[in-house]
C-alpha cells in the first residue's frame, strides 16, 4: 500500500471517527429525541415549531402533509420531560389545554403507549412526527431535533 | 352546571345515555386509554362528558341528578369539510327531595354544530351553530374542566351564550400569541334552548381578541352586539377576562358591563346591566385544590345587585376528572343562585 493510500484511509477512518463522535455526542446528550417520518421535506425543527406542533398551531409540513403528532400517555415519564422541555410546564398543563381545544373542534394527538410502538408509528405513517427516550434504536426515521438541546461548545 | 332548568319529558336520555356508556366501556378497553382521551374512528373524534350533581339549598328541596351528559364528535377530513357536533341531555334524571325519582325535567340540547373551512392553518370560517366567544368560562364550560360547580352569573347573563351563524378566526402561529375572532348570526338561534333563566338574541355582531402567554395564561376581551328576543332591547357589551398562574394559585376573572336601550325602559330598573367575579384556585396537596370565588353582579331587571361568594374543595386526579365540594353564600337578588351546600362529580371521556 502506497503513503498516499495510507494518508487518504488514515484521513477517512479520521472524518468517520469524528462523525461518529458527535453522533455518540449527541445521542449522549439528548434525553429526549424528536423523530419523523423519512418522507417528510423538514430536516431539523426549532422548539418553538415544535411547541406549535403539539398545540395544533402548525398542522401541515412545507410540503403540504399533514402532520401527525403522536403523544405518549398521559402518565408517562417521557411526556412529563417533553412537556417541561417543550413548553415548561407540567404534562398535566397540556393535558388541560387538549381538553379545552377539543371544545374547539380539534383532534388531540394520536398516543402511543411505548418507545418502540412510537417508532413503528412513525415509520409507517406519513407526516408522522413522535418523541422517544435516548437509547431507541433509530431506524427508518428522521432525528429532527435533540432535546435539551446542546449548549454550544 | 346549575343555572337553569326547564321541564319537558323526552325519551331521548335513554339512547344518548346508552351511546354515552357504549364510547365510555369502548374507551376503557382501548390500549393506553385515559379519561379525556375519546375515541378515534377513522377522521372523526368522539368524545363527552358526564355531571352528576347534588345539592343541598338552606331553602328549598334537596336534590340528586345526572345534570349534564354530553357527546361530541368531531370530524377532519381536508381543509373544507371539518364537522363538529355536541348534543347534551340536561336534567337527564334527579332525585328531589319530596318528589322522589324524576325524569320529567330533562330537555336535549344543541350545543354546537358547525363546519370549519381552514384557509389557512391559522385562518379559520365557521359556520353554524357554536358558543359565543365571550370570555373563556363560555367557550369551555364543561364540568369537569372548570373549578365550580356553581357558574359564575358574569359568564354568561348579559350576552348571547350561543351564535347561530358564522364566525372568522385568525390564530396566532406561535406561543405567545394574539388570536382574534368576529362573528355574527343574522337571524335567531338556531334550535334554541328550552326557555330558562337566559334571554334569546337576534341580529348578534361580536368580536374576541385574547392574548395567550403560554399554555394556561391569557387576557381577553370582547365586545358584542344583539337584540334581545323578549323586549326589542338592543345593548352593547364589554367584557374583559383572563386566567394567570402564579405557583401553585391560579387566578382567574371575568367582568362584563352592557349598556341597554330601546325596549320599554319602564320594564327594566337599571340600564346598564354590569358584574364580575375573582376565582382564586390554590392546589395545597397532590391533586387537592381549594377554591374561592367572589362575584357580583347588577341584572337590569333587579333593583337589588347580586352578590355572593363561594369556597369549596376539588379532587381533580387527572384534568378529565373532577370532584367538587362547595358552599354558596348569596345575598340580594337571585338569579337562580342559592345559598348552599353543592356537590358534583364530573367525568370527561
Not at chain 2, 381578541?209 to 395564561?217: F, M, W
Request: net charge negative; hydrophobic share 40%; glycine share 8%.
Amino acid at each position: 500500500m502506497s503513503s498516499a493510500s495510507r494518508i487518504y484511509i488514515a484521513r477517512f477512518m479520521l472524518l468517520a471517527a469524528i462523525v461518529l463522535g458527535m453522533t455518540w455526542g449527541n445521542e449522549l446528550n439528548a434525553d429526549v429525541l424528536v423523530i419523523a417520518n423519512p418522507g417528510i421535506s423538514v430536516e431539523q425543527l426549532t422548539v418553538e415549531q415544535l411547541s406549535a406542533i403539539y398545540l395544533a398551531k402548525m398542522k401541515t409540513w412545507p410540503d403540504g402533509k399533514k402532520i401527525i403528532p403522536v403523544n405518549r400517555e398521559a402518565n408517562s415519564e417521557i411526556r412529563a420531560e417533553f412537556s417541561g422541555m417543550v413548553f415548561k410546564e407540567p404534562p398535566e398543563a397540556l393535558a388541560d389545554y387538549w381538553a379545552k381545544l377539543k371544545f374547539k373542534g380539534e383532534k388531540p394527538p394520536l398516543i402511543q403507549e411505548s418507545d418502540n410502538s412510537a417508532l413503528l408509528f412513525v415509520q409507517r405513517i406519513p407526516g408522522a412526527i413522535a418523541y422517544v427516550g435516548k437509547g431507541t434504536p433509530l431506524n427508518g426515521v428522521k432525528v429532527l431535533l435533540s432535546l435539551p438541546l446542546k449548549q454550544p461548545q | 352546571m346549575k343555572i337553569h332548568g326547564s321541564p319537558g319529558s323526552k325519551g331521548y336520555f335513554r339512547l344518548l345515555t346508552a351511546i354515552s356508556m357504549a364510547c365510555m366501556v369502548f374507551c376503557r378497553s382501548a390500549q393506553a386509554y385515559d379519561f379525556g382521551d375519546g375515541y378515534d374512528l377513522g377522521n372523526f373524534h368522539f368524545s363527552g362528558y358526564s355531571n352528576i350533581e347534588l345539592e343541598f339549598p338552606h331553602h328549598g328541596n334537596d336534590a340528586l341528578s345526572l345534570d349534564e351528559l354530553s357527546l361530541f364528535a368531531a370530524g377532519k377530513f381536508n381543509r373544507y369539510f371539518n364537522p363538529f357536533l355536541e348534543v347534551e341531555v340536561t336534567k337527564a334524571a334527579a332525585w328531589e327531595g319530596g318528589r322522589g325519582l324524576q325524569f320529567d325535567q330533562s330537555h336535549l340540547e344543541l350545543e354546537w354544530l358547525y363546519n370549519d373551512f381552514e384557509f389557512t392553518e391559522n385562518d379559520t370560517l365557521r359556520i353554524g351553530k357554536m358558543l359565543t366567544p365571550v370570555g373563556e368560562w363560555n367557550r369551555i364550560h364543561a364540568e369537569p374542566l372548570v373549578w365550580t360547580t356553581i357558574r359564575p352569573v358574569s359568564t354568561y347573563y348579559s350576552f348571547s351564550e350561543f351564535t347561530s351563524g358564522l364566525s372568522y378566526r385568525r390564530q396566532s402561529a406561535s406561543t405567545p400569541g394574539l388570536n382574534w375572532e368576529i362573528y355574527t348570526q343574522p337571524g335567531g338561534e338556531l334550535l334554541r334552548k328550552p326557555d330558562g333563566l337566559q334571554k334569546n338574541y337576534h341580529d348578534v355582531v361580536g368580536v374576541n381578541v385574547d392574548y395567550s402567554l403560554n399554555l394556561s395564561e391569557k387576557f381577553g376581551i370582547s365586545g358584542q352586539y344583539a337584540k334581545v328576543d323578549e323586549t326589542g332591547e338592543e345593548q352593547r357589551l364589554l367584557s374583559i377576562d383572563g386566567q394567570f398562574p402564579w405557583k401553585q394559585l391560579k387566578l382567574e376573572f371575568q367582568a362584563t358591563a352592557a349598556n341597554i336601550s330601546g325596549g320599554r325602559p319602564s320594564m327594566r330598573a337599571h340600564d346598564n346591566e354590569w358584574g364580575g367575579y375573582l376565582q382564586l384556585v390554590h392546589n395545597f396537596y397532590g391533586h387537592w385544590n381549594v377554591v374561592g370565588r367572589a362575584e357580583y353582579f347588577q341584572a337590569r331587571e333587579y333593583q337589588e345587585s347580586n352578590r355572593n361568594a363561594l369556597i369549596g374543595l376539588v379532587y381533580r386526579p387527572s384534568p378529565a376528572v373532577a370532584y367538587k365540594f362547595q358552599y354558596l353564600s348569596n345575598h340580594g337578588a337571585k338569579l337562580d343562585m342559592a345559598s348552599g351546600f353543592y356537590g358534583s362529580i364530573a367525568l370527561l371521556f
